[in-house]
């Protein structure tokens, strides 16, 4: 099970390879509200995308109260991550469904090390300067 976020399907989208197209075939992609919110905030996002974004299995998104919880406890780890409120609902989102999360997002993916947990692709960890 793998969450993408909304940076990854944009480089999809824009042609740039990932490996979104490999995970969808082996029916391994999951989403969320929070990236689909913000790819429909996107503009030029084509039709029969949006139509069969919201055909993926949906993870359950996290209350705001619950992402304001996640940041408390995590706090020394989040803040001055480089992350925003939607980055976090995604890394919890992923993170309760014991999901692996596909980023291109640097600061994403340094978190996403940093709490302990492997990327879906696999990719080297970069050190943060």
């Not at 989403?31 to 359950?60: H, M, Q, W, Y």
């Not at 709490?115 to 960890?125: K, Q, S």
């Amino acid at each position: 099970m793998i969450l993408v976020d909304t940076n990854t399907w944009i480089h999809f989208l824009n042609g740039r390879k990932t490996r979104v197209a490999e995970y969808l075939k082996a029916q391994r992609v999951r989403t969320c509200d929070v990236v689909i919110g913000e790819l429909n905030l996107g503009s030029g996002l084509p039709d029969a995308f949006r139509v069969d974004l919201l055909k993926l299995p949906k993870l359950p998104s996290p209350s705001a109260r619950d992402t304001v919880h996640f940041i408390d406890r995590h706090r020394q780890t989040v803040g001055g991550a480089g992350v925003g409120w939607a980055d976090v609902q995604v890394i919890i989102t992923a993170e309760k469904a014991g999901a692996l999360l596909y980023t291109e997002d640097e600061a994403m993916r340094e978190l996403w090390l940093d709490l302990g947990h492997r990327l879906a692709d696999g990719g080297p960890r970069k050190t943060r300067l």
